[in-house]
């Protein structure tokens, strides 16, 4: 199984700041890695896929880089609506049943 | 705009049986392939299964395999996961979700969730 690891666990970070969330793999997941956000009470929404392309109305705010086992997601200026739980996901394998997902990174104000 | 709203969760007896509905909307359903996904409380995201947009191909987590059944109704616009033999280590809330294609592709579209507890 690959285990997706993220890092830190949670933040603290005030309103227009830079954030950069990690995420690891414990094997190459090439860029088959997706990023999501989860506000309380609401479903998750896709960030960005593919590693670096953002997902359909996704602000530019938000980037992603890496490849590999390593991976970031970037939100270049904090806005109060980005206060959420932050999943990495790696789909690099069919079928999927080795698909795994991160245990998220909580993004809340400082 | 796409939604996926989730209903049949409730509290079940270990060994019992569970069915749950997903009502999709939003965009055209026979032509995309549907996932289970569910997280457990206090624990990470876990995909279930999934099933192909003509409903001929399915695949299940290890965990599931043998116990769920994962199905749609195209022209009813509903995907349904059937859960027999549950276990505790079921409990969770369920999620239906999109995917963009039916390969190497991320969940383009979540639905909230319908909770499941498996408890005597």
């Known amino acids: 199984e690959i285990v997706m690891t993220q890092s830190p666990a949670t933040l603290s970070v005030s309103p227009g700041e830079r954030v950069t969330l990690s995420c690891r793999a414990s094997?190459?997941?090439?860029?088959?890695l997706a990023w999501y956000q989860r506000k309380p009470g609401q479903a998750p929404r896709l960030l960005m896929f593919?590693?670096?392309t953002r997902a359909t109305g996704i602000p530019a705010r938000f980037s992603g880089s890496g490849s590999g086992t390593e991976f970031t997601l970037t939100i270049s200026s904090l806005q109060s609506e980005d206060f959420a739980v932050y999943y990495c996901?790696?789909?690099?394998?069919?079928?999927?049943?080795?698909?795994?997902f991160g245990q998220g990174t909580k993004v809340e104000i400082k | 705009q796409v939604q996926l709203v989730e209903s049949g969760g409730g509290v079940v007896q270990p060994g019992r049986s569970l069915r749950l509905s997903c009502a999709a909307s939003?965009?055209?359903?026979?032509?995309?392939?549907m996932n289970w996904v569910r997280q457990a409380p206090g624990k990470g995201l876990e995909w279930v299964a999934v099933i192909s947009s003509d409903g001929i191909n399915k695949y299940y987590a290890d965990s599931v395999k043998g116990r769920f059944t994962i199905s749609r109704d195209s022209p009813k616009n509903t995907l349904y996961l059937q859960m027999n033999s549950l276990r505790a280590e079921d409990t969770a809330v369920y999620h239906c979700v999109r995917m963009l294609t039916f390969g190497f592709a991320p969940f383009d579209y979540w639905g909230q969730g319908t909770l499941v507890t498996v408890s005597s």
């Open positions: 996901q790696q789909y690099n394998n069919w079928p999927p049943t080795t698909w795994t």
């Open positions: 094997q190459s997941v090439s860029s088959n």
């Open positions: 939003g965009f055209t359903f026979s032509s995309f392939a």
């Open positions: 593919g590693a670096s």
